[in-house]
């Protein structure tokens, strides 16, 4: 099963590494416990959809699925790097369907 920490692992990679920074929003998960991250937002919109990875932002973020395909915001991590691979996003997106059983943390 994956880790909250295989999930900031694979984050960091996708930007090139734990030292690399990144824009507009920067990469915030380095800070966060999990539950935090779980209730975070990120412009306005939750990351996290309990038990939900497949409409999840952070999920949508990274394949580039609206509205993040450039019609509102940009896919995660943003060009010119590469997109994350499908199969890491398969282990976020298993990961965040196994919070079905989480509480929705409070703010």
């Known amino acids: 099963m994956t880790s909250f920490a295989r999930v900031k692992e694979i984050l960091d990679n996708s930007i090139g590494g734990s030292n690399a920074r990144i824009g507009a929003h920067g990469a915030f998960w380095r800070r966060l416990t999990r539950d935090q991250f779980i209730n ?4 306005g919109l939750k990351l996290i959809k309990l038990g939900d990875g497949a409409n999840s ?3 949508k973020a990274l394949k580039g ?3 993040f395909d ?3 915001f940009r896919r995660m991590p943003p060009r010119p790097r590469q997109a994350v691979p499908r199969t890491q996003i398969d282990e976020i997106e298993k990961w965040i369907d196994g919070l079905s059983r989480l509480k929705q943390p409070r703010s």
């Open 40 to 43: 975070k937002k990120v412009f």
């Open 57 to 59: 932002n952070l999920v």
């Open 65 to 67: 699925d609206a509205p």
């Open 70 to 72: 450039g019609s509102r």
